[in-house]
Structures are given as structure tokens and as C-alpha cells.
């Protein structure tokens, strides 16, 4: 039993790679389009501050953006793969609380947190690297950044946090 379980972990680590290109990506930017997709139809458009915030980031069509106020970002939690990798790689869990998440124009932003100017301008930031590439291409380099780096130090995060300074003051 043992041996057993020794060669699925080392199967596991050889390709784990393959594993998140070929099995949990495919299943979590369907989702993610999903999600962005019911965003658009229920979000809030960005008022007229924050809509020359985005034009101001570079964002092509800041009209586009919504903000949908939540109880708490979704996350695939049904999906146990999906599950484990966002446990593994610090997305999701005990003690996790995802504030705000992007899915190509809309924004999930937790009812409870307050979307100021650099945190509003982080997000569009991201709504930005989803603009110049895509979805799927951000989601699929985020997820093995995150596997490889972890969250604070993935490159589209770095990014984003920059906002944060760039932005730092009031409205």
C-alpha cells in the first residue's frame, strides 16, 4: 500500500504541470468564464471617478468593468481538484479570506471591503492583463506563477500591488 502511494506522489510531482495544464485550467477558466459572464449581467457599472481610474491604467473599454458586491468571492469550492490546488497554492482555506478577484470585466469584491482608489486600482490592473491577453492566458499563467512563486510574489500580483503605490492617495 505504501509503494503504492509513493508512486502516485512522485507521479504527481513529475507532472504536475501536466496535471494543472491538461486537467484543473481547462475546468477552472470554464468556470471563471462563467462567472464573468453572470458579473457583467448583475455588476455595477463603475462610476465616473472610477471610470477615468481605469482610462487613467490603460484599460481599453473601462465601460465594460462591473463590480459585483458579494458575501464572499466565489471559488469552485464543489470541485475537489480544484479545491486542493487553491488550498495548495494559497488561494483558498481556513484562514484565506479573498477580498476582491477579477474574471475578465467584473470584479467580486467582498460586501465588507472597501474598494478605495489603490485597492480599487489594483483590480483594474488586473481587468488590464486580462484586456491585453485574455482570460484564459492570464488565468493559465497566474495558476503555475502561484504553483511556482506563491501568491504575493506571482508576477501579475507584483504587478497589481504596484497599483496600490502608484495610487495610494484619497479620490
Same mark, same amino acid.
Do not use: C
Given at each position: 500500500m505504501s509503494i503504492a502511494a509513493i508512486v502516485v506522489a512522485l507521479i504527481a510531482v513529475l507532472f504536475h504541470k501536466t496535471l494543472i495544464a491538461s486537467v484543473l485550467l481547462p475546468q477552472y477558466i470554464g468556470w471563471a468564464q462563467k462567472t464573468d459572464?453572470?458579473?457583467?449581467?448583475?455588476?455595477?457599472? @463603475?462610476?465616473?471617478?472610477?471610470?477615468? @481610474?481605469?482610462?487613467?491604467?490603460?484599460?481599453?473599454?473601462?465601460e465594460k468593468v462591473r463590480v459585483v458586491y458579494v458575501d464572499e468571492v466565489p471559488f469552485p469550492h464543489e470541485n475537489f481538484a480544484l479545491k486542493v490546488f487553491g488550498e495548495a497554492v494559497g488561494l483558498v482555506g481556513e484562514g484565506i479570506i479573498n477580498n476582491a478577484q477579477v474574471f475578465?470585466?467584473?470584479?467580486?469584491?467582498?460586501k465588507d471591503f472597501k474598494l478605495t482608489r489603490p485597492?480599487?486600482?489594483?483590480? @483594474?490592473?488586473?481587468?488590464?492583463?486580462?484586456?491585453?491577453?485574455?482570460?484564459?492566458d492570464v488565468v493559465?499563467?497566474?495558476?503555475?506563477?502561484?504553483?511556482?512563486?506563491?501568491?504575493?510574489?506571482?508576477?501579475?500580483?507584483?504587478?497589481?500591488?504596484?497599483?496600490?503605490?502608484?495610487?495610494s492617495g484619497d479620490w
Open positions: 459572464k453572470e458579473g457583467m449581467e448583475i455588476g455595477v457599472p @463603475l462610476n465616473q471617478k472610477e471610470l477615468a @481610474l481605469a482610462a487613467e491604467i490603460g484599460i481599453k473599454y473601462p475578465g470585466y467584473s470584479i467580486y469584491a467582498r485597492k480599487l486600482a489594483h483590480e @483594474l490592473v488586473h481587468v488590464l492583463q486580462i484586456e491585453r491577453a485574455s482570460l484564459d493559465t499563467q497566474h495558476f503555475f506563477d502561484m504553483a511556482e512563486y506563491g501568491y504575493e510574489k506571482a508576477p501579475l500580483e507584483v504587478e497589481a500591488a504596484k497599483a496600490n503605490v502608484i495610487y
